[in-house]
């Protein structure tokens, strides 16, 4: 081993043994109060498992279940029930009340669709704002929902930007009921020009649609009365 190499070696055992001194003296210093604080963490750990495995998890389970009859009475159209309970089985308003999104994030657009079926356009407003999912298509469907509520309040401008928001959120063969929608009320604002641009949306893009299918006679409609 040359000279060089031996100094070196020295250096670095001597390096290593101050850093390992240096760490000997920080815990001796603190480690008491290390010891505390590691010891607070696994009670906090313990805690918020114990939290999860015997209130949260099965709070949501529960909640979940009572959702079961209420979605029975949505899908038979029975709304006021699905909305409001059966005086037995809770519906949507108690299980939002009692479970708030534990009960899944469903529950907000099924109150948000039983209040919207039922007239309540402001309400329907509120819990469809509320409503939050990965799914593009079922997001769209709460947009133009919400701007089915506006509709109702006469909020035509609203409605407007809610179809076209919905049309825009999810490229699929829904949004060419949202751009009839979003045609329909450019027309009932005097907007007919505006109204023949979202109709042509449908004929070229969508024409295998329900709406691609019937589009011409508003194309027609327009185009004759200019």
Known sequence: MTAKNKNSKVETIESVGEAVSKTEVF????????????????????????YIQFYANPLKAEAQDQTFKAEQYFRAEDYDKALN????????IQIIDEYGSKAGETVYLYAGLCQLQLGNAAEAIEYLNKYRTD???????????????????????EALNMYLKAADHA????????????GIICEEMGKPAEALVYYQRIKDNYPTTPEGYEIEKYINRIEVAE
Do not use: M, P, W
Not at 28 to 33: D, E, F, L, N, P
Not at 86 to 92: P, Y
Not at 171 to 182: E, I, P, Q
């Open 85 to 92: 309970g059966d005086g037995n089985a809770l519906g949507f």
């Open 171 to 182: 490229d699929n063969v829904f949004a060419a009921g949202y751009l009839l929608k979003a």
């Open 27 to 50: 815990f001796k210093t603190y480690g008491k109060t290390l010891a505390y604080i590691g010891a607070a963490l696994i009670a906090v750990a313990a805690i918020i498992i114990l």
């Open 135 to 157: 799914d593009a298509i079922l997001t769209a469907r709460a947009i133009a929902c919400t701007g089915d509520a506006y509709s109702i309040l006469e909020n035509y401008t």
